[in-house]
């Protein structure tokens, strides 16, 4: 079998093995997590070291083709998407953690490492890597830190750029830099930079993530309400009498109705809204934070409080909010998970518009929410079969973000933009805020080898 030039040559220098080019094999990558778009790369490469990975790109910058990195795929904003062909870089080979530092509280991964795989290595010893975004069991790392992840505990915790202290990346004309680690950096915060940057400014190669201590003890909570403003209110006056819960997620009617018809949980389906919440600390104060919130969701309507006493109930009342989306392949062939973030007042006034627009649109929009911060995650049903009801979809789904803007918000609180939501980034930042980004770019990337079209439309021009 003849290869292409391009093919031939990280053959050549990665190994045979390392190198995917048959067309039913490329046919994997051509989109990850949001399915509405799909191009196909013209050869995948899955390097086992940073040297590798150098290799790759400089062999792609002699080609003169894009270089796009890929972790698990589970963008749900198209940032894996080759939109100009060239070489799709999986990480997942490079999957060891390299070093647990309790003593500096401090571990050392390779990029590919899963999400959960960090968090099990680490349960028992105390310690735990903050973030937990949804996706976290197959989610990587190094995925994590290219788009800044989130979760259910970012509200107390912060999000992912708050738990890295170095990154060691390939730039886009192959050579290696290494950035941190240290704590207060007394030099320009690179490493700060680095992340969220969705794979334009470097391959991320090797991480050095923060350990955080487990907490001494935690409660778990879940209120049932009979609309969306009592749960809404909740939130509102949790927040105002300065408890910081662990965790505080929504589920509306819609999404309960899935999680019902999946799992059967006993969820009321006449329910407005549920919040599950928790918080967590010092067990000394930990029962008062409890029945204030308690106090909180009856005051505000709730008709029933359902406080965990076993860790049994506990682990089945974050169950019900980890399978929430799950659920939802039950329900529908297709589906885009949206995400927004609203002044936490807004919720319920969002919630709402989300609602109207699905009827609008006429497209089911079901609802999970990280409350405690504000983030709106509408999941928006269709059948992909039918290219009538993609942008059926779609529309819905650039209307709902255009009333998180209007609402003071922002078009993305976790999932970056991708190719996604790169129109809204002129409608976020002026003229200046994205000069500067693309000059920071450029001097990351100056021929913008890595990952274009992707979060700034001065490079979509995917022809370098
Ligand atoms: C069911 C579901 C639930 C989700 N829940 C959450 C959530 O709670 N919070 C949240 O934040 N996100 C969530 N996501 C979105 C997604 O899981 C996160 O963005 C995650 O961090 C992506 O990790 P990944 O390994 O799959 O990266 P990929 O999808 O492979 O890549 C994502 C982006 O990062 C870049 N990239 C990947 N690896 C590297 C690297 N080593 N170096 C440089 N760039 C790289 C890619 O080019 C792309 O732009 C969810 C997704 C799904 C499908």
């Given at each position: 079998?003849?290869?292409?030039?391009?093919?031939?040559?990280?053959?050549?220098?990665?190994?045979?093995?390392?190198?995917?080019?048959?067309?039913?094999?490329?046919?994997?990558?051509?989109?990850?997590?949001?399915?509405?778009?799909?191009?196909?790369?013209?050869?995948?490469?899955?390097?086992?070291?940073?040297?590798?990975?150098?290799?790759?790109?400089?062999?792609?910058?002699?080609?003169?083709?894009?270089?796009?990195?890929?972790?698990?795929?589970?963008?749900?904003?198209?940032?894996?998407?080759?939109?100009?062909?060239?070489?799709?870089?999986?990480?997942?080979?490079?999957?060891?953690?390299?070093?647990?530092?309790?003593?500096?509280?401090?571990?050392?991964?390779?990029?590919?490492?899963?999400?959960?795989?960090?968090?099990?290595?680490?349960?028992?010893?105390?310690?735990?890597?903050?973030?937990?975004?949804?996706?976290?069991?197959?989610?990587?790392?190094?995925?994590?830190?290219?788009?800044?992840?989130?979760?259910?505990?970012?509200?107390?915790?912060?999000?992912?750029?708050?738990?890295?202290?170095?990154?060691?990346?390939?730039?886009?004309?192959?050579?290696?830099?290494?950035l941190g680690p240290v704590e207060n950096p007394a030099e320009l915060d690179l490493t700060g930079v680095m992340v969220g940057g969705e794979g334009t400014l470097g391959i991320i190669t090797k991480v050095w993530?923060?350990?955080?201590?487990?907490?001494?003890?935690?409660?778990?909570?879940?209120?049932?309400?009979?609309?969306?403003?009592?749960?809404?209110?909740?939130?509102?006056?949790?927040?105002?009498?300065?408890?910081?819960?662990?965790?505080?997620?929504?589920?509306?009617?819609?999404?309960?109705?899935?999680?019902?018809?999946?799992?059967?949980?006993?969820f009321p389906l006449d329910a407005g809204a549920v919040l599950v919440i928790k918080v967590d600390g010092p067990t000394a104060g930990i029962e008062i934070q409890q029945r204030r919130i308690v106090e909180f969701c009856k005051e505000s309507g709730a008709r029933e409080v359902l406080e965990a006493t076993t860790p049994q109930q506990r682990e089945t009342l974050w169950k019900c909010r980890k399978q929430a989306v799950a659920a939802v392949g039950r329900l529908s062939p297709s589906y885009i998970i949206q995400d927004g973030v609203v002044p936490r007042t807004r919720l319920p006034h969002v919630l709402r518009r989300i609602a109207e627009i699905g009827t609008k649109h006429q497209i089911r929009i079901v609802n999970v929410a990280h409350a405690g911060d504000g983030n709106v995650h509408p999941i928006l049903l269709f059948d992909d079969r039918d290219r009538e009801q993609v942008d059926r979809a779609l529309a819905a789904g650039r209307e709902l973000l255009e009333e998180c803007i209007r609402c003071g918000g922002s078009v993305t609180a976790e999932h970056g933009i991708g190719v996604e939501k790169i129109d809204f980034m002129e409608r976020m930042f002026s003229k200046s805020d994205l000069q500067a980004m693309t000059y920071l770019r450029e001097a990351f990337d100056p021929v913008g080898r890595l990952n274009p079209g992707k979060l700034l439309r001065n490079f979509a021009n995917t022809s370098i």
């Open positions: 079998m003849t290869h292409s030039p391009l093919v031939a040559d990280l053959r050549a220098r990665l190994g045979a093995e390392n190198v995917i080019s048959a067309p039913s094999e490329l046919a994997v990558y051509d989109c990850d997590a949001y399915t509405v778009e799909r191009h196909r790369p013209d050869v995948v490469v899955l390097p086992r070291s940073t040297v590798q990975v150098a290799e790759a790109v400089k062999i792609a910058g002699r080609h003169n083709v894009p270089v796009v990195p890929r972790g698990a795929g589970t963008s749900l904003a198209g940032g894996c998407l080759p939109i100009g062909g060239g070489v799709v870089v999986m990480l997942t080979r490079m999957n060891r953690i390299v070093e647990v530092n309790l003593h500096d509280r401090m571990a050392v991964v390779e990029p590919g490492v899963p999400n959960i795989q960090l968090a099990k290595r680490l349960a028992g010893t105390g310690y735990h890597f903050a973030p937990d975004p949804s996706s976290q069991d197959a989610s990587t790392i190094g995925g994590n830190v290219a788009t800044n992840a989130g979760g259910p505990h970012t509200l107390k915790y912060g999000v992912t750029v708050n738990h890295v202290l170095g990154i060691e990346a390939v730039l886009g004309d192959g050579s290696i830099i290494r993530v923060r350990l955080t201590p487990d907490p001494q003890d935690y409660r778990a909570m879940r209120a049932i309400f009979n609309t969306l403003d009592e749960a809404g209110e909740t939130v509102s006056r949790i927040i105002a009498a300065g408890i910081i819960p662990a965790a505080m997620e929504l589920m509306d009617q819609g999404i309960l109705a899935a999680v019902e018809e999946a799992f059967g949980f006993g």
